[in-house]
């Protein structure tokens, strides 16, 4: 019984993290600013704590961030922030060519306690919470993303 346990967790286990994969592999090519927005959804989705959309821009030289603050934060203490250091950013860098825009995931950032839920639930299940870097990489999918502190701000990135 316990065999047949243990093979079941095994199992389902490796469905999560083919699905990750997939999702991580998902993330250079997405085809529209909605695409990114969605994404950044899922992310801000697994977040500790309940973050709202608060804007998002697109850039003139190629990049677009999208911007959820904890929900409750007045406006005057989100324009305080330094960088938004206390809320929740993704951004996407953006190419042009013939076909159109692509949008490719770039990094996500916030505080470690809010950003940690987000890297073991979409990039990493197996990470600990130790607010240590951390890598993941697929050679064959193309996927290398790390979970770093970058002056006090976590940052997970390619």
């Known amino acids: 019984m316990k065999q047949l346990l243990l093979l079941t ?3 389902f ?8 994969v997939d999702f991580l592999a998902s993330l250079k090519s ?8 969605a994404v950044a959804d899922s992310l801000a989705m697994q977040l ?52 159109g825009k692509t949008y ?8 470690y306690e809010a950003l940690f839920p987000v890297w073991k639930h979409w990039f990493k299940p197996d990470a600990k919470p130790d607010n240590k870097t951390q890598r993941i990489s697929n050679a064959e999918k193309g996927i290398n993303y790390g979970f770093a502190s970058r002056d006090g701000v976590w940052v997970i990135s390619r």
């Open 13 to 20: 286990s490796g469905i999560l993290i083919a699905q990750n």
């Open 30 to 37: 997405l085809k529209s600013a909605d695409e990114a927005r």
């Open 48 to 99: 500790k704590g309940k973050y709202v959309h608060y804007k998002t821009k697109e850039f003139d030289h190629g990049y677009l961030r999208i911007v959820f603050t904890p929900e409750g934060m007045p406006e005057a203490e989100i324009k305080a922030q330094h960088d938004y250091d206390g809320s929740f950013v993704a951004d996407f860098v953006v190419t042009k060519d013939a076909n």
């Open 104 to 111: 490719t995931f770039d990094k996500a950032k916030a505080r």
């Open 9 to 11: 967790t095994l199992f």
